[in-house]
C-alpha cells in the first residue's frame, strides 16, 4: 500500500521548484552532464550542486555537503555509489526534502565493482525501508533518470541531448530499470517526434515502482495516454488500482508485457485482466512504442466506422477484409467533412490511410486531423522511412508498420472507449445488506446440533422451513427468510491473521441456500436428514412420470460421484427408499453424509461450470468454464470482480464454441443467454462484497435452461472463514 504522504511526495519529484544536485568524487563527469541537463531544459526552480572539493561545473557554485545549502529543497538528485546511499538518505530525512532521484552512478572499472560487491543488495534494502518509513519517494537506485515538460526537468541520463520532450505531447512513460533498459527501449520504436511529455526510469525499484509512478503522471491534465515498461508486477491489486483509475479518466494504458507478473497469478489470468480493463499488451519493444504513440495522440475511437483512404493505389482490398473481421465498418473517406458530422450515413469515427513511398497526400490527412480532431492511423507500407514517420507523427498521426499492430490497437482503442463510458462498478447502488452473510444465518456458524436444540428446524421439517421445502426457488432478487436455519458447515482449521481462522465446508443444501438468497434459482427439491421421516415426506412429491435426480448430502465429501452418490432419472418413491436406505441406514452407507436431496432434473439445458476464489494478488476472481464429457474444462475465462453484464458478454464471446451453442443448433434451441449475463454479473458483485471471508465457491453444473427459462445452480460447492 501506498504511503499515505508519498501521493505529495511524487510531485516533488516530477515538478520541483528546487533541486539539488549531489555527485561523488568517482562520478563527476556523470554529474556535470545532469546538471548541464537541467539548464539546458530550462528548468525553473533554483538549483544547488553538491560536489567533491575542487570540483569544476560550469557556471555553478559548489557546496561540499547538503547541510550547507541554505533552504529546504524538493528534490535530491544524487550520482554517488551504493555505500553512501544510507548517508546521504540521513541527510534527506534531517532536511526535510520532498523526494529523492537516486541515478545510475556512472563509475566504470574494477575499482567499481569491487566498491560495490554486496553493497547494492545492502542499499536497496535500506531505501525500501527507509521510503516506506519517512513517505518520501525514492527513484532508483541505478535510475537512468526523469524528463518532464510539466518542470522541465532533462535529468534523464538515457536520453542525454538526443531527446527533446514536446511541449504538447500528450504519452507518459514510465520504465524500470536503468540504461540498459531505457536507452534501448527507446531507440526500437520511439523516434524524436514521439508526442512524449513526461519519461520516469525507475531503476531497480527498491524506492519508487513504476506503477506508483504511473499513478502519478496519470493525473498530470496534459498526459492523455501512459505507457509502462516493466519486467515484474510485484503488486496486482495495485495494477488494478492504476488501471480503473485511467478507465475513470479515460486515458488509455500500454503495457509492455513483463517478463513476470507475480508468483501467485499464471499468465492467461494477467492476460484476462488486461482485456477486462481495457490495457493494451504490447508483446515487443516494437509493438509497444507504435501502441504507446498511437494512444499519445490524445484522439478517442468512440465507434467502429472507420474512413479508409488508400495512397497506393490498390492496396486497400486485403485491409477491408481484416477491419470487417475484427468488427469495423469501412466507409467511404469524407471529401466534406461538415456534411459527413452533420449525420450522414457515412459518418465516421476515425481514419485508416495505407501509404508508402511516394508520401501521401499531405494536405488531405491535415484537413482529417485538424478539421475533423478524430483518430488518424497510417499504414506505411515497404520500406521503412524514418524521417517521414517521424514527420507523421508530429502532426498527430498514428503511423504502423504491422497491419495486426494496427488492427490490435484499433480493437483497444474502441474496447477503451466503451468501458471508459461505464468505468464504475455499480456497486454503490446495490443493497449491500443483501449480501451480508449474517442475513442468511452465517453470522457465528452456529452447529447443526446446537441449532436444532435451540428449538430452531431441521432441514428435512417442510413444515418448519417453508420457502425451501414447498416451492420452486426464485430466480430473480427475491430474499427468503433463511436466517437461522442454515447449519454450520464442517470446520477445518487454517492459518489466519492471529492463527485462529477457521475454514467452514458448507454442504450443498447449505450453499444453494446461500446461493438462493442471492437471487440464483435452484431446481425445486427436498432434503430429507438423517432419522427424518422418509414416508412422510414422500407423500409431498407429485412423481407423475417426472425425473428427479437423488443425492447424497455431506460436508465431508463434495464431490458425490466420486463414490456413487448420485442416481439420475428417478421416478418413483421406491427407489427414492432404496436410495434412502443404502446410503443413511444400511452397514455399506456413508456414516458423514447428513441426508439425502431429492430434485427435479432439469433435462433441456447446456451445462457449464462456474466458481470464483481470492487470488493472493489480484484479489477475487470469477472463473467460467465449459464442460467437456469427462467433466473437465476444455475452455475457460476469468475476470475479476466485479463486471458488468456488458463485460459478462465479452467472457462468453471469449469462447467462441460456447458462444455457438448458446446460439442453439438441431438438438437444443437458444439458450437465454441475456439472463446468463445478468446472472455472471449479479455472481460477481456477491463474490466481490464476500471476498473477506470467501476461500472458494464452485457451481457445477451451471444450467443455463432455453430463451425465457432462466439459469440455475444444479449443484454447488461452497468454502468459508468463520471470522
Known sequence: MMHPSLHESLSHLLSPRSAAVVIAEEALAAGTGIVLNMRRAGFPGRLFVVAPNGADIPGEPCRERLADIPEAVELVIATVP??????????????????????????????????????????????????????????????????????????????????????????????????????PLLASGFDRN?????????GSEHGLLALEAGEALLDDPCVKALAIATDVIRDGRAFVRLADKSLTLRKPLVLLRPQDTTAAVNDSLFAAVCRQKAIYLAQD?????????????????????????????????????????????????PDKLSEAEAGEPEGWDGAVCIAGPPEPDAERLRRLLHEADKLVCLLWLGDRSDEAVAF????????????????????????FSEKGVKSKTGLSRLRADRFALDRLGFGKFEDVRRVQGA????????????????????????????????????????????????????????????????????????????GDDLQRMLQTIDFDGRPFVLKVVSRQQTRKRDFGGVRLHVKDAQEVTRFYWKWLSSPGGFPSADGILVEEMVLEKLELRLSASVEPSFGPVVTLSMRGESGDPPYAVRRLAPFDQAEAARMVAEMPELSAQLSGNRQMPPADRERLYDMLAMFSRWVYELRDRLVAVEIDPLAVRPKGKGVCALDCAMSLRDK
Not at 194 to 202: C, E, F, G, K, N
Not at 296 to 315: K, M, P
Not at 399 to 414: A, K, P
Open 285 to 333: 519493444a516494437e509493438q509497444f512504442a507504435a501502441a504507446a504513440v498511437c494512444a499519445g495522440s490524445g484522439r478517442e475511437l468512440a465507434g467502429n466506422r472507420l474512413a479508409l483512404l488508400d495512397f497506393t493505389g490498390g492496396a486497400a482490398g486485403d485491409l477491408v477484409g481484416e477491419l470487417r473481421y475484427a468488427g469495423f465498418r469501412t466507409v467511404s473517406p
Open 82 to 183: 551504493p555505500q553512501a546511499i544510507e548517508a546521504l538518505l540521513a541527510q534527506c530525512e534531517q532536511m526535510k526534502v520532498g523526494a529523492v532521484l537516486l541515478l545510475s552512478p556512472g563509475i566504470a572499472g574494477a575499482e567499481a565493482e569491487a566498491a560495490q560487491s554486496g553493497e547494492e543488495e545492502r542499499a536497496a534494502s535500506f531505501v525500501s525501508a527507509w521510503s516506506e518509513r519517512t513517505g518520501i519517494a525514492v527513484c532508483g537506485p541505478r535510475s537512468a533518470g526523469i524528463a518532464s515538460v510539466t518542470g522541465l526537468m532533462g535529468v534523464c541520463m538515457a536520453t542525454g541531448n538526443e531527446w527533446t520532450l514536446r511541449s504538447e505531447g500528450a504519452l507518459g512513460l514510465v520504465a524500470s530499470g536503468g540504461n540498459d533498459v531505457m536507452a
Open 455 to 530: 428449538g430452531a428446524p431441521s432441514f428435512g421439517d417442510s413444515a418448519a422451513a417453508p420457502g425451501w421445502n414447498d416451492r420452486e426457488l426464485p430466480s430473480g432478487d427475491e430474499i427468503l427468510p433463511v436466517a437461522g436455519q442454515l447449519g454450520g458447515g464442517e470446520r477445518s482449521p487454517a492459518s489466519g491473521a492471529a492463527g485462529r481462522e477457521t475454514i467452514v465446508r458448507l454442504s450443498e443444501v447449505e450453499g444453494k441456500r446461500v446461493l438462493n438468497a442471492i437471487g440464483i434459482s435452484t431446481p425445486r427439491s427436498r432434503f430429507v436428514a438423517r
Open 392 to 415: 507523421w507523427r508530429r502532426d498527430g498521426v498514428a503511423v504502423f508498420h504491422s497491419l495486426d499492430h494496427l488492427i490490435g490497437m484499433l480493437r483497444h482503442l474502441y474496447a
Open 194 to 202: 514521439a508526442p512524449l511529455r513526461a519519461i520516469v526510469s525507475t
